[in-house]
């Protein structure tokens, strides 16, 4: 089953196809459709890592903020 997204993204390459064609078989992929699936695949790797490292630093931030209390009396 194809991915309608990836799909999509391949009917509007137009002028760029030839273009992607040759970087994904430079690459060592069997075609464009592998070729952006990887591609989309990296993206939302990044996306979560990213989101994992805020959401640690948000958590870091916190614990610091708890931490700062003052005890000035």
Avoid: H, P, W
């Avoid at 630093?57 to 209390?69: C, E, F, I, L, N």
Wanted: proline share 0%; with cysteine.
């Amino acid at each position: 089953m194809q991915n309608q997204e990836i799909v999509k993204i391949i009917e509007n390459l137009k002028g760029r196809r030839n273009y992607e064609e040759k970087r994904a078989s430079k690459l060592g992929f069997a075609s464009l459709y592998d070729y952006f699936e990887d591609k989309i695949l990296k993206k939302k790797k990044a996306l979560e890592e990213e989101q994992k490292e805020l959401e640690a630093t948000k958590a870091d931030d916190q614990q610091k903020a708890k931490k700062k209390s003052c005890s000035c009396y």
